[in-house]
């Protein structure tokens, strides 16, 4: 009798997910999916509304990464309106660099969120430890001093989104072809200084590799387990800019093999030309790839340890980062790195990327200019738009069309989550194989080892929030017939 | 000629003839209202301005004050009732202010945080409507609009005084129309004007849209509330 677990909710990601293994009658995995449900509904809802209310609608997709959805959708709208890149227009450097400064404080608004109140509890109390501890409230216990900075960067990255947006969450910064604000002088010292409850970018800088350390503290305890955990092949992508260096906000689409070669560049408007999307019937979520390569060596990873993998180095004014960057490089002697819990490694780079950015976009003197908008020339209207921005999770593209009259009459979004699907099966698969193939008894470290090669990916799979903590996971062992013969609750 | 009238139990003075919004707010106290727009004919569609006048239930842009008048604004019962009449303008049309152009200069908003409305009592209705956006300049956002009137009565043509707005059908078949050859003429300070004075985003400007930065829109500067005691102030 073959046997099958299910485990349903994944805990601690974003949304809700469900874990499918096949065991045959020896206990080996003969099949593991990742089952997930997708948002077709805000691209049918979006439709018949003005198409300026799509960046501001869309971006309530996620409570996490709106300010990606929101940009993505901007980018598009640039475009429709005919002061977009599909037109070659250049975006004026205030609105460019307003929107560079909400992206990045999101990312690593993002990244800290993840990483710290997920991962980092993770690492600390290992994957075995009982779930009452391995939450952020056992963070709490364990390292006081370690959350109270915690906390305080996130209130730093929440006050820059607002210092942007307006808003906390699900604000308003974007119109066609710009922004509709500068930085204040007071607002921009503010952030670079701190003041009482607020940290300055330097403590946010230092904040950042401490984090940093945690992980390789981490490593060098646990070498074996992280470097064989779930190292699993795929193509990376990213946007990268004309140096080959990541660009979160604008680029080119570039894929690299394991070797680092060039597989594909493409201008992302062209993505459709060189994508296709594969579907299973036991998931919602799409299997983009590469035409060109089938769905086996054409399935792409993105994300911060596809980013990190692509990217040749990072800028000069970004110094930590750019020598936390060589470091892993070195690591993987100038290979692209598949391990996926590398993927935190990329993260905590990542988060002092995206500060050290900061620090260089808050003493520009173009975010106090009031140049705001490209006002489109008589007759530009183009009426679709691509967009496409590297949010935390990975490349996110937005597609629209709308009529002559304005309305949104197509929507289409592939999001970061959805490029990662197929590599994040072969992380569950590969983890279900090491994990519980042959075991008779299924433990919750087993369990989690299941989860933890999936939130490495951080995945937003409703792009719907969810506090960090505990949520009840159920596994059920299904027969072959599909009859519960075992139920695992937690 | 100056007369007498009480306000929550309060005597006041005022003119002859001025209607009951207008005095109430010279007297600092507030009355919500979505169609009534000061120095203009009264509409007296809307009714989100009704109090108790000498006990009965009226919509105090309708009513000219009369000498002893005993006005009752913020009595309970009849403050529910203009919660109510809000939430019933929710529950008709399709609105979603996170989206929506409109929010933070929306009339309709403004007042639903004025009454302290959290959800509406009442079902939403969900009524399918089709928007229109075959002029130029203007997106008529029908899923919003409360049939107010301040559109058919106040923006027309400026050659020929035609109206450029107006409503078709009955009850629940009502719908706002615009005349696309008038609407194609105005200029752009009449369709500024026309997405202004609509109380909500029924009648939006697509020339140009969320320009004002959240924190700095028509409503978070100051209140409705402020504003319409402030109009007042002669
Ligand atoms: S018209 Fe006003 S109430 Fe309606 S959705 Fe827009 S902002 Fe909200
Ligand atoms: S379109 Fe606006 S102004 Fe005209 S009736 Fe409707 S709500 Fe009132
Ligand atoms: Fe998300």
């Not at chain 1, 099958?4 to 805990?11: E, F, H, R, W």
């Not at chain 1, 042959?438 to 937003?460: F, H, L």
């Not at chain 2, 849209?209 to 007042?232: H, M, N, Q, S, W």
């Amino acid at each position: 009798m073959s046997k099958k677990l299910v485990i349903d909710p994944v805990t601690r990601i974003e949304g809700h997910g469900k874990v499918t293994i096949q065991l045959d009658d020896n206990n080996q995995v003969v099949d593991a999916k990742l089952h997930v449900v997708e948002f077709r509904g805000f691209e049918k809802f979006i439709q018949g509304h003005p198409y300026w209310e799509a960046p501001m609608l869309l971006q309530r997709i996620c409570g996490i990464c709106f300010v990606s959805h929101h940009l993505c959708g901007a980018k598009a709208l640039d475009d429709m309106v005919g002061v977009g890149y599909s037109t070659g227009t250049k975006m004026l450097p205030t609105p460019e660099k307003m929107r560079r400064l909400g992206h990045y404080a999101q990312q690593l608004q993002s990244h800290v969120t993840a990483y710290f109140y997920l991962i980092v509890p993770e690492m600390l109390f290992g994957m075995d430890a009982p779930p009452e501890q391995r939450n952020v409230l056992g963070l709490v216990e364990a390292d006081p001093d370690l959350v109270k900075r915690v906390v305080a960067l996130r209130k730093w990255g929440q006050e820059t989104i607002k210092a942007v947006l307006g808003k906390r969450m699900h604000g308003i910064s974007s119109v066609p072809g710009g922004v509709n604000q500068n930085l204040s002088i007071e607002a921009r010292d503010r952030l670079l200084n701190g003041e009482d409850g607020l940290i300055s970018i330097d403590e946010v800088i230092e904040f950042a590799q401490d984090g940093l350390n945690l992980f390789y503290d981490f490593h060098e305890k646990n070498r074996e387990q992280v470097d064989t955990f779930a190292d699993v092949p795929a193509l990376n992508m990213c946007l990268v800019d004309d140096d080959g260096n990541v660009d979160y906000y604008h680029g080119k689409m570039r894929i690299v093999d394991k070797n680092k070669e060039i597989v594909t560049e493409l201008n992302y408007h062209d993505y459709l030309d060189h994508f296709s999307e594969a579907t299973e019937e036991w998931s919602y979520m799409k299997f983009p790839f590469l035409k060109d390569l089938g769905r086996e060596k054409g399935s792409v990873r993105v994300g911060p340890l596809a980013r990190v993998n692509v990217t040749k180095t990072y800028a000069d004014d970004t110094p930590l980062a750019k020598a936390a960057l060589e470091r892993f490089h070195d690591y993987t002697k100038g290979k692209a790195n598949d391990m996926t819990l590398h993927t935190n490694w990329a993260r905590a780079i990542e988060i002092l990327h995206s500060a050290e950015q900061i620090k260089v976009l808050l003493s520009d003197p173009d975010l106090q200019k009031d140049q705001l908008v490209i006002t489109p020339p008589e007759g530009a209207w183009t009426g679709e738009g691509v967009g496409v921005v590297e949010a935390p999770r990975g490349t996110l593209l937005h597609h629209y069309r709308a009529n002559e009259e304005g309305n949104i009459t197509f929507a289409n979004l592939v999001v970061a989550t959805t490029q990662n699907n197929t590599v994040m099966n072969r992380s569950v698969r590969s983890v279900a194989e090491d994990y519980l193939g042959g075991n008779a008894e299924i433990t919750e470290g087993m369990m989690n080892a299941i989860e933890v090669s999936i939130r490495a990916y951080d995945p937003c799979l409703s792009c719907a929030t969810h506090a960090a903590g505990q949520m009840p996971l159920i596994v059920s062992v299904l027969d072959s017939k599909g009859e519960l013969v075992n139920e695992f609750v937690r | 000629m100056s007369i007498k009238v009480t306000i929550d139990g309060k005597e006041v003075s005022a003119r002859d003839g001025d209607n009951i919004i207008d005095v109430a707010a010279e007297n600092g106290v507030y009355i919500p209202s979505l169609c009534y727009v000061k120095g203009k004919p009264c509409l007296g569609t809307c009714r989100t301005c009704s109090v108790k006048v000498n006990g009965n239930v009226m919509a105090a842009c309708t009513i000219p004050v009369a000498e002893g008048m005993e006005i009752e604004v913020n009595e309970p019962e009849v403050t529910d009732m203009r919660k109510a009449l809000v939430e019933l303008l929710f529950s008709e049309g399709n609105h979603n202010c996170p989206s929506c152009e409109k929010s933070g200069r929306c009339e309709l908003q403004a007042t639903g945080y004025e009454v302290d409305m959290m959800v509406s009592r009442f079902p939403y209705r969900f009524t399918p409507r089709v928007v229109d956006h075959s002029s130029k300049t203007i997106f008529l956002q029908r899923d919003r609009c409360i049939f107010c009137q301040r559109c058919v009565d106040m923006i027309r043509d400026e050659k020929t005084g035609e109206k450029i707005f107006s409503i078709k059908g009955r009850g629940t078949h009502a719908r706002i129309e615009i005349d696309t050859d008038l609407a194609n003429e105005m200029s752009p300070q009449q369709v500024r004007e026309a997405s202004d004075l609509c109380p909500v985003g029924c009648i939006i400007d697509s020339t140009q849209g969320y320009d004002d930065p959240i924190g700095k829109r028509k409503f978070e500067v100051k209140t409705i509330r402020d504003r319409a005691l402030e109009r007042t102030h002669r």
